[in-house]
């Protein structure tokens, strides 16, 4: 049974909570007065020995919705690894490492280590044979220790798996699923992650049981998204959203269009004018629209044109603006359209082009809003300085993928490595059975490519290539 519950207030004390007063003492001593939203729905469940699937945005107070509870469980004086947190970076699990310390500083002798890429594994094996409590790392790195046989899970009582969005946009879920494969089957299993992609649910049916959800203040504040509007002609319409990027400088925007054509009329339209745009809708094939799809969330794309059918199911993480390049005429789909800009209190800009026909579309959104649009002229917008609107990433494809034994640690390794390149400038990598696609800064795509045309994944040559305008084949 899967039971949902929503937060969205600071919760009562943590001292309403079954925890050891010596927990409850620490938590006191630093300044934890009462529970934030995700605390207050996830802590009960959690310490009930519940399996969670929990919904919460990085800052919400999450570490300690599974800290708590990882630690109320354990034996101090048993030196096994009895929980494992699973984080998609080795800065995000060094954050999660010291956290765990702070909180079980009351109890003595509980020992948290990191195990994550990019550092020797050597050190990290020596450390394990003098015993652990609670393991935090990377799933690569963590996988290559139970290979190892370093890593020994038997007396493990809780798994946490933390931002699993986040890992699975990295290509992680065969890692996550190999080491959930080596956990005791009785165990609690807590999934954390700010978003609830269709990777979510095949990870919680697979590996929990019966998990209880729970989800913190919505995802987006409808009063920190701007609304702009103004009135076109249509011949004005497809040029006018040159005139908005080019004022506003979103550097990730979305352009709805209520039908196919014209989605590949504005894309056409953008591409003449040097901005890298790529179309979302129904006639393309699944390659195509994974391509797509892979290149704006890399960020090497700066508009991403779709039809709402295309778009339906899309959650975009940093979405900076949404333009309404036609007006939906259903009210709430504008709604659900705009929200997609403005989450994780990150401020949100919509965009809207309407025309004399579309005024009575105009009126129901205004109705179902509660407030008046919010009106301007489309000949006061100014071009703002900076020169052509450029995204910040170049996307790369690998002939490579899972079937080839590749993993995302063996791709920033090479990059880093044979490529020169510094942590900093790799950004998402999406490894699939096939082929593997790994965001890189823009002013160093080419040269990275034109260095590693003979470049090695685990001793194998692989070949390289950009992502162009028009999706490419494997």
Not at 385 to 391: D, F, I, Q, V
């Amino acid at each position: 049974m899967t039971e949902s519950i929503t937060s969205a207030a600071a919760g009562p004390g943590f001292d309403r909570l079954p925890l050891p007063p010596a927990l409850l003492g620490n938590l006191e001593q630093l300044g934890f007065v009462s529970m934030t939203p995700i605390q207050a729905a996830a802590l009960p469940l959690a310490l009930a020995g519940h399996d969670l699937i929990a919904q919460a945005r990085t800052g919400s107070g999450k570490t300690a919705a599974f800290a708590l509870p990882l630690l109320a469980r354990l034996d101090a004086a048993r030196p096994d690894v009895q929980a494992l947190v699973l984080c998609p970076t080795r800065e995000l699990a060094e954050q999660v490492a010291q956290q765990v310390r702070r909180l079980a500083r009351a109890e003595a002798n509980v020992k948290v280590l990191n195990l994550s890429g990019g550092s020797p594994i050597k050190p990290q094996a020596e450390s394990l044979a003098h015993g652990a409590h609670v393991v935090v790392g990377t799933p690569g790195r963590l996988l290559d220790h139970l290979e190892r046989g370093n890593l020994q899970l038997d007396a493990l009582s809780t798994l946490v798996l933390d931002e699993a969005d986040r890992m699975l946009d990295m290509g992680f879920f065969d890692d996550i699923a190999a080491v959930a494969a080596r956990c005791p089957k009785q165990r609690q299993t807590l999934l954390f992650s700010a978003t609830y992609p269709e990777g979510i649910a095949k990870l919680a049916q697979r590996f929990l049981r019966e998990p209880r959800e729970v989800k913190a203040a919505e995802a987006h504040a409808p009063g920190r998204i701007v609304e702009h509007w103004f009135e076109v002609t249509e011949d004005q319409r497809l040029h006018a959203v040159s005139q908005l990027l080019a004022h506003y400088r979103p550097e990730s925007s979305l352009a709805f269009c209520n039908t196919r054509q014209q989605c590949r009329d504005l894309v056409d339209v953008l591409r003449a004018q040097g901005i890298e745009a790529l179309a979302l809708h129904g006639e393309l094939e699944q390659r195509e629209r994974d391509q797509v799809l892979i290149r704006f969330a890399n960020r090497s794309c700066s508009v991403l044109v779709a039809t709402d059918v295309a778009a339906r199911g899309l959650d975009i993480e940093g979405l900076d603006a949404v333009i309404n390049v036609e007006i939906t005429p259903d009210a709430q789909q504008h709604v659900h359209r705009i929200g997609r800009t403005g989450r994780a209190d990150a401020p949100g800009l919509a965009l809207n082009l309407a025309s004399l026909d579309e005024m009575g579309r105009v009126g129901f959104i205004e109705q179902q809003q509660g407030r008046e649009s919010r009106w301007e002229k489309l000949d006061a917008l100014k071009e703002a300085p900076g020169g052509a609107l450029r995204p910040p990433m170049h996307t790369l494809q690998i002939l490579g993928g899972r079937k080839d034994k590749i993993r995302p640690g063996d791709v920033l390794g090479m990059l880093t490595g044979e490529g020169g390149l510094e942590a900093g400038q790799v950004g998402r990598i999406n490894v699939g059975d096939y082929q593997t696609y790994v965001a890189v800064a823009r002013e160093v795509a080419e040269a990275v490519v034109a260095r590693l045309a003979q470049g090695r994944i685990k001793g194998r040559r692989v070949k390289l290539r950009l992502l162009q305008d028009a999706p490419q084949d494997a």
